[in-house]
């Protein structure tokens, strides 16, 4: 796959779900907490209200090899769907059509398309995937339900940190911002593969429906090499009439992920 189609997947799909966990050594000084359910409750008194969501954004994606800059349009119908188109020069490179039970893109560098479910692109990427954390991801929510797992929680450089009390090699650690309880940053390492990442909120704006994060950066360290990703909303709208047209050009070869 391309760039192109590489920015788009690991801007939405969360490709790089893969960081180094020796990287995220914390040699600050923690101030243990009592397990406090109420620091879960209020996070998710910031849950957006919706029914669509509109972004238009920049997205620079760079690694050890190559820097590229793209833009990207963003169409949500909460809990339904999610369309994605990436542009470079004003020309789609690339798109994507998310929903709870399918996702499909094509990219036009190689002239290739895939059409699948969940299930095996979750293999693919060896990392958990469904639709929740995908739109979870673009909207500065945490990738897991938090209300259903068990946290221990410490107080690290002033931020709440909620760490997954699940004694498996995928360790998650979230961590919230103690006056609204927004999420700042949460990463998830895998000891065993030697792989992280790491996703970081900022530049919170305030709208009629909710709190919504304008800038994510995503860092990854693999065994291949390091990938950073940055999005920023340049704009956004609420509830507008929004149609996702998406169709696979012809003459497109299909992907098979076994």
């Not at 002033?158 to 699940?166: V, Y």
Request: net charge positive; hydrophobic share 35%; glycine share 4%.
């Amino acid at each position: 796959m391309k760039k192109y189609i590489v920015i788009m997947l690991a801007a939405i799909f969360m490709i790089s779900c893969k960081t180094k966990s020796a990287a995220v050594q914390n040699n600050n000084t923690e101030t243990p907490t009592k397990i406090d359910n109420k620091s879960i409750e209020k996070h998710y008194e910031n849950k957006l209200d919706f029914s669509t969501l509109y972004i238009k954004a920049s997205a620079k994606y760079v690694d050890e090899k190559q820097s590229q800059n793209v833009t990207a349009e963003i169409k949500i119908k909460n809990n339904e769907q999610i369309l994605v188109s990436v542009r470079f020069l004003g020309i789609t490179m690339a798109k994507a059509l998310i929903t709870p039970t399918a996702v499909s893109y094509y990219e036009k560098i190689n002239g290739t398309y895939y059409e699948g479910d969940f299930t095996s692109l979750s293999k693919w990427l060896g990392t958990e995937l469904d639709y929740t954390k995908v739109q979870n991801l673009l909207v500065g929510e945490a990738l897991d339900d938090l209300r259903k797992g068990k946290y221990t929680q410490t107080i690290v450089e002033n931020l709440i940190r909620l760490e997954d009390e699940k004694a498996t090699n995928l360790k998650k650690n979230f961590f919230l911002e103690p006056e609204k309880y927004l999420l700042q940053k949460e990463q998830i390492s895998q000891a065993s593969e030697n792989m992280m990442l790491e996703i970081k909120y900022s530049d919170n704006k305030v709208f009629n429906q909710g709190t919504l994060p304008t800038s994510i950066e995503i860092n990854a360290i693999q065994p291949k090499g390091k990938t950073d990703i940055n999005l920023n909303y340049n704009s956004i709208s609420f509830n507008e009439e929004l149609s996702f047209p998406y169709s696979v050009p012809s003459g497109y070869k299909k992907i098979i992920i076994k």
